[in-house]
């Protein structure tokens, strides 16, 4: 069994940048794919990044591509979004996933069996 505890969300100002943090416990994470996603009030949850393939390969939605960076450091079992230039449109509840599966459909939630417990990111105009 794998928990998730992810962190590091808060209020920052339309261009400003954060840096979230999973970290699990419980089983070692190194070979997962991982994921962020995030929900906003009245919205379906949607992705926003992913690492797999042992961290090989990383994936990323359109509105985030070239401003988000999923990164893990399998030492401390710890998955990382650095979130920069941010805009009003990010704000949202940001969540970590991990599965053992390799091979599942990455954008969907339901490909995951393990998720923190959400992080509110708020950015204001």
């Known amino acids: 069994q794998v928990q998730l505890a992810d962190s590091g969300g808060g209020l920052v100002q339309a261009g400003g940048s954060l840096r979230l943090s999973c970290a699990a416990s419980?089983?070692?994470?190194?070979?997962?794919?991982v994921a962020w996603f995030r929900q906003a009030p009245g919205k379906e949850r949607e992705f926003v990044a992913a690492n797999r393939w042992s961290g090989a390969n990383t994936l990323y939605a359109d509105s985030v591509k070239g401003r988000f960076t999923i990164s893990r450091d399998n030492a401390k079992n710890t998955v990382y979004l650095q979130m920069n230039s941010l805009k009003p449109e990010d704000t949202a509840v940001y969540y970590c996933?991990?599965?053992?599966?390799?091979?599942?459909?990455?954008?969907?939630?339901?490909?995951?069996?393990?998720w923190g417990q959400g992080t509110q990111v708020t950015v204001s105009s």
């Open positions: 996933a991990a599965s053992p599966d390799s091979l599942l459909v990455y954008r969907s939630p339901y490909s995951y069996a393990y």
């Open positions: 419980g089983r070692a994470i190194s070979t997962y794919t």
